[in-house]
């Protein structure tokens, strides 16, 4: 198991970019995330404008036991059934402080941890549905992310991920590779980051998947093993 604060793995797909030449640890990306959390809470809207119907695609049929990792501000809560026992966890007290309020907007019971994905304070197969949305571009161990997500699903539940990745339209895909440096030293996101990569490499057993906006989300439905 890593540590809370070991540094990313090097190169994982920017073998020349920043995450290769200054892994950001876990403290680093919680300092990020506390000088952009209101920022991103505010425009939250244009957000779902984009991925909220990925978002709702895949999390709007789980339960009951349901576990958002790397919540942030509670993006996703809305698209949760209103009878799930929804439970949020993220690295960034900034982000959970403004996914408590969500959870008070949108008038929903639910909780929020601070806690590493890497290393989830949670038993095994303690959950029905393990979601998570634009989030393994920012882990330090996406795949260590990916299989702790798997260690608290319970065997018969479902992993859901909504992810970002390169465009498969020539001149985004440029544009994205032409801002990954500058995107990964703001948020710590590795933006041209495959997740289909991330998910085979965690040995995920993905039994469903779809692209969109250009080839730049990708979900997964996971049957855990
Ligand atoms: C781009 S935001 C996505 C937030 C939310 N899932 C959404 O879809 O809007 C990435 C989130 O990952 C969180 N994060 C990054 N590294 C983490 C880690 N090791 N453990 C838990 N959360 C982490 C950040 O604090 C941030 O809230």
């Keep these: ?12 797909r920017g073998e020349d970019g920043p995450a290769s030449r200054r892994p950001m ?22 957000d779902r404008l984009v991925t909220g119907r990925y978002r ?17 501000a509670g993006t996703n809560f809305r698209y949760v059934p209103r009878s799930a026992d929804l439970v949020g966890v993220d690295i960034s007290p900034a982000m959970l402080e403004n996914a408590r309020e969500t959870l008070s907007a949108l008038d929903r ?54 992810e970002h990745g390169r465009s498969d339209v020539g001149p985004i895909a440029a544009f994205q590779e032409w801002r990954a440096d500058a995107h990964y030293e ?4 590795r933006w041209t980051q495959e997740p289909r990569e991330v998910v085979d490499e965690a040995g995920l057993s993905v ?6 906006l250009f080839g730049m989300v990708t979900t997964f439905e996971i049957d855990p093993r």
């Design 56 to 72: 709702r695609e895949r999390f709007g049929d789980v339960g009951s036991r349901v576990l958002d990792v790397a919540c942030g």
């Design 25 to 46: 640890s876990v403290d680093e990306i919680r300092a990020s995330y506390a000088e952009y959390a209101d920022w991103m809470h505010r425009f939250e809207w244009a």
């Design 109 to 162: 019971e639910g909780t929020v941890r601070e806690m590493d994905a890497q290393d989830l304070d949670f038993e095994d197969d303690g959950f029905d549905a393990v979601i998570s949305a634009l989030s393994t571009c920012t882990f330090p161990d996406p795949v260590a992310a990916l299989r702790e997500m798997e260690r608290v699903c319970a065997p018969d539940g479902t992993i859901r991920l909504v």
């Design 1 to 12: 198991m890593p540590t809370t604060d070991e540094p990313a793995r090097a190169g994982r």
């Design 186 to 189: 703001q948020v710590g996101c």
């Design 207 to 212: 039994v469903d998947s779809t692209t969109g």
